[in-house]
């Protein structure tokens, strides 16, 4: 978000100082401590859609995004897939959510 060019006139800053991947939003970062440090989170969707909770490497804005609506539900339950509507993890939670209305 600082609005430096990703594109490097020299190769070895090209080498030593990639940009970096947010797998959050699928966009590409300057590796400055202001746009990207390498922060590792759960992406919901992929959590949500796939069941795959491994933390994932995200920019400073993805996450203070998931770190500021990490307790509002942001996923439908019956928008899963049904294998994850299956899953004794999500009924958990779906339980959950239901007891806190």
Do not use: K, W
Request: charged share 25%; hydrophobic share 35%; proline share 6%.
């Amino acid at each position: 978000s600082c609005r430096r060019d990703l594109v490097s006139s020299s190769l070895l800053e090209q080498i030593t100082e990639p940009p970096r991947y947010c797998e959050y939003t699928g966009c590409y970062f300057c590796n400055t401590g202001s746009c990207h440090r390498n922060d590792m989170r759960v992406i919901p969707g992929r959590a949500a859609g796939i069941l795959d909770c491994a933390p994932r490497r995200v920019s400073v804005l993805a996450a203070e995004f998931l770190a500021t609506h990490a307790e509002m539900p942001l996923i439908r339950f019956r928008d899963l897939g049904q294998r994850a509507q299956h899953d004794p993890a999500v009924r958990s939670m779906q339980r959950m959510r239901l007891q806190i209305r």
